[in-house]
Antibody
């Protein structure tokens, strides 16, 4: 059974860089059927897609975060990571990693998300 | 960006009764080239991550009870729970995947009446 687990600091200072890693177990990250994504949820609010990555390193980012965002993959460790720079209080959220399932239709990319990690709360505060 | 708007924001239904949640997209998420609607539904129980229920607007994910069903096309979609169970208390989200950025509805909170 595929499982994902987020890890990283729970507290980040304003203007610094938020860094999280997602470890995938029970399956290989090097699958041509999936991207691997990050989604966040501010406390008490809805879901926002951040970005996704293919095992080859190809990425797709939310335009609203693209200038501050780097998503990378380490296939040898079955992990992918998120770096978000110049954070503010608005970046306080629960950050989820998830498998981003491809439609498997020729020429198309990722679609729905599942399964998800449990999520990790990151608070931006001095 | 495609904006997803759900209604109602919250809903209280008696056990065993039907629950209906609506999702409207700001532009069609139907692709004529594939004849598919690029829409998914998720359930998020309190303190838990979201769980995929339905994709392609009406295809139930493996293991999802058949009391959950999805319908609709174009810009208007519905998630129906045919007979509400206590474990269905959750927030439900729709998501479009026709184009990036992938966007979610604001969520509908479902409670027991």
């Amino acid at each position: 059974q595929l499982q994902l687990q987020e890890s990283g600091p729970g507290l980040v200072k304003p203007s610094e860089t938020l860094s999280l890693t997602c470890t995938v177990s029970g399956g290989s990250i090097s699958s041509s059927s999936y991207y691997w994504g990050w989604i966040r949820q501010p406390p008490g609010k809805g879901l926002e897609w951040i970005g996704s990555i293919f095992y080859s390193g190809s990425t797709d980012y939310s335009p609203s975060l693209k200038s501050r965002l780097t998503v990378s993959v380490d296939t040898s460790r079955n992990q992918f990571s998120l770096r978000l720079s110049s954070v503010t209080a608005a970046d306080t959220a629960v950050y989820f990693c998830a498998r981003h399932v491809m439609t498997m239709i020729r020429g198309e990319g990722p679609a729905w998300f599942g399964p998800w990690g449990q999520g990790t709360l990151v608070t931006v505060s001095s | 960006d495609i904006v997803m708007t759900q209604s109602p924001d919250s809903l209280a239904v008696s056990l065993g009764e039907r629950a209906t949640i609506n999702c409207k997209s700001s532009q069609s998420v139907f692709s004529s080239s594939t004849n598919k609607n690029y829409l998914a539904w998720y359930q998020q129980r309190p303190g838990q991550p979201p769980n995929l229920l339905i994709y392609w607007a009406s295809t139930r994910e493996s293991g999802v009870p058949d009391r959950f069903s999805g319908s609709g096309s174009g810009t208007d979609f519905t998630l129906t729970i045919s007979s509400l169970q206590a474990e269905d208390v959750a927030v439900y989200y729709c998501q479009q995947y026709l184009s990036t950025p992938f966007t979610f509805g604001q969520g509908t909170k479902l409670e027991i009446k």
